[in-house]
C-alpha cells in the first residue's frame, strides 16, 4: 500500500470506495497484472457488515467485524484516504473533500448506498432517544440486543427495508433469533411482534417464502404486507399500508431500518440512470456504465437489476475484472447472471441460504443439498466459517 499526497494526481484504476466491493476488485485487478490501482475510502474502520445482525442476536460484538481501513488494502495499492464530493463523469476524474482532483484511465464506482433518513421523519430521533435501533446503522447496532434481550411484555415492531439496501432480506435475522430468545424464556407469548414487510411476501420467492411465512406465524408474529414505516414519534410507529394508515402506539422498541438511496454525487455526476433510488446505469451483464465507457460498476449503488448482497460481489468482481481487461484488449466480455444470496437465521442456531439469479431462479452453490431448509451446518458457516474467508480471501481478491 503506497499513499497518495499530491494535490492532482492520475491512476490507471481508480476505485471510489474501499468496502467488499472495491477492495476485492482492487486485490484482484492488482492479481490480473494491472499495476497502478488507487483506492479512495472516507473512513478508517472497514466492517464485515453480515456480522452486524449477530450483534443484534447477541451473538457478537462491533469490535469483532472491524479492521484498521488501511489493513485490509491490498499491497500494491495506493490508497486515498479522502471523500469524494463530485465526478467528472467525462475525464473521468472525481474531486475530493480535501481538493483533490485524480484522474483514471478506468474509473470504478462503488460507494454502497446512502442512508436515505427523509423517507422515515423521525426515525433518526427516536434512535437518539433509545426507543429504536437497528443493526443496519452503525451507530445503534450494539444497542439492539441489550433493548430486545429482556423484553418481557410490551410491543415490538421490526421492519425490511425496501430494496434497494445492502441484503435488505437479513433484516429478518434479528427479528427471528429475538423470537426464538423470547420462546425459549418462556415469554414470548406476552410479546406483540410486529413485522413490517415492503412487499406482499417476505422475499417475493415462493419456495423460500412458504418456509418463512411458516415460522412467522408459529413464532406468533403479524406481519403487515406492502407497507412503510411513515413517520415515527413518542413511542408510536405509523404505518401506511394497502388499507390506510394504522399507528401502533406504545412501542416498547423498534428495529426500524432505513430505507437507501445512492449518494447525492453519483446522480449530480450523471451516473444515474432511470432507476428511482438514482443507482449507476450500467450494463448489469457486463457492469460497464451504459454510456460512458471508462466508468463501470459494481456493489450496491450499482443497478446490476438483482438485490445487493456481499455475496453478489464475489461474482460481480470476477466479472468486472475481467470486463476491464476484455475492453482494453478488445476480448469478449463475460456476463453477469445477477446472482445473489438470503442467508436468514430462522432461529438463534439455524439459518436458510436462499441463493438466485436475476430472475429469482436457483443458484445453490452446492449441490445435491437444499440450503433453503434452515440447518445449524448453514448457520454455523454464516456465523463463523464466512467472516474468515472474507478477511482472507474475499478481501484479497481470491474468490
Ligand atoms: C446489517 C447488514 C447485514 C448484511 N448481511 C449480509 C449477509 O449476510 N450476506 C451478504 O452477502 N451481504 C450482507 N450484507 C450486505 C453487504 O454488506 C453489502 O452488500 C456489501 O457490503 C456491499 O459492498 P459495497 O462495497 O458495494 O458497499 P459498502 O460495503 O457500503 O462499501 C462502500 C465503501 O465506500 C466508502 N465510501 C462511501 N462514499 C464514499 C465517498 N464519497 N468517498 C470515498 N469513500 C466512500 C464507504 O466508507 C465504504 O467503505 C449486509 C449488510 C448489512 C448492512
Request: proline residues 8%.
Amino acid at each position: 500500500m503506497t499513499g497518495d499526497r499530491g494535490r492532482a494526481a492520475h491512476h490507471d484504476v481508480v476505485v471510489v470506495g474501499g468496502g467488499n466491493a472495491g477492495i476485492s476488485l482492487a486485490a484482484r485487478l492488482l492479481r490480473d497484472g494491472v499495476r497502478d490501482v488507487a483506492v479512495i475510502e472516507s473512513r478508517s474502520v472497514h466492517r464485515y457488515r453480515p456480522l452486524l445482525n449477530y450483534v443484534g442476536g447477541g451473538e457478537t460484538t462491533m469490535s469483532a467485524l472491524e479492521r484498521p481501513a488501511e489493513r485490509v488494502l491490498p499491497d500494491g495499492c495506493t490508497a486515498v484516504r479522502d471523500e469524494v464530493v463530485s465526478v467528472d463523469p467525462g475525464g473521468p476524474s472525481v474531486l475530493t473533500a480535501s481538493g483533490r482532483r485524480i484522474g483514471a484511465t478506468t474509473l470504478v464506482v462503488c460507494p454502497g448506498l446512502d442512508e436515505d433518513w427523509d423517507a422515515t421523519p423521525g426515525l433518526r430521533e427516536a434512535y437518539a432517544a433509545g426507543w429504536a435501533a437497528s443493526t443496519f446503522d452503525d451507530g445503534t447496532a450494539a444497542a439492539v440486543w441489550p433493548a430486545l434481550r429482556g423484553l418481557r411484555s410490551g410491543r415490538v415492531v421490526f421492519t425490511v427495508p425496501p430494496e434497494p439496501a445492502p441484503c435488505g432480506a437479513t433484516a429478518l435475522k434479528p427479528l427471528l433469533m429475538a423470537c426464538d430468545h423470547w420462546g425459549r424464556a418462556g415469554v414470548l407469548a406476552g410479546l406483540e411482534v410486529h413485522l413490517v414487510l415492503p412487499g406482499p411476501a417476505p422475499l417475493g420467492l415462493p419456495g423460500p417464502d412458504a418456509r418463512l411465512e411458516g415460522t412467522l406465524a408459529a413464532y406468533g408474529v403479524e406481519v403487515h404486507r406492502e407497507a412503510r414505516v411513515a413517520a415515527m414519534g413518542d413511542h408510536g410507529v405509523t404505518l401506511r399500508t394497502p388499507a390506510g394508515e394504522r399507528v401502533l402506539g406504545d412501542v416498547a422498541f423498534a428495529h426500524v431500518v432505513p430505507h437507501y438511496r445512492a449518494p447525492r454525487w453519483v446522480v449530480d455526476g450523471g451516473l444515474a440512470g432511470a432507476h428511482p433510488a438514482g443507482l449507476v446505469d450500467i450494463d448489469p451483464l457486463t457492469l460497464r456504465h451504459r454510456r460512458l465507457g471508462a466508468v463501470w460498476s459494481l456493489g450496491d449503488v450499482a443497478d446490476v437489476r438483482t438485490r445487493p448482497s456481499g455475496g453478489a460481489l464475489r461474482k460481480q468482481v470476477a466479472v468486472l475484472a475481467a470486463n476491464i481487461g476484455a475492453a482494453r484488449s478488445g476480448g469478449p466480455m463475460q456476463e453477469y447472471d445477477g446472482y445473489t444470496v438470503m442467508p436468514i437465521t430462522t432461529s438463534r442456531r439455524r439459518l436458510m441460504l436462499v441463493e438466485v439469479d436475476r430472475e429469482g431462479r436457483p443458484q445453490p452453490s452446492v449441490p445435491f443439498v437444499d440450503l433453503v431448509r434452515p440447518r445449524a451446518l448453514t448457520w454455523w458457516v454464516d456465523r463463523y466459517a464466512l467472516p474468515q474467508v472474507y478477511w482472507r480471501r474475499i478481501l484479497r481478491g481470491r474468490v
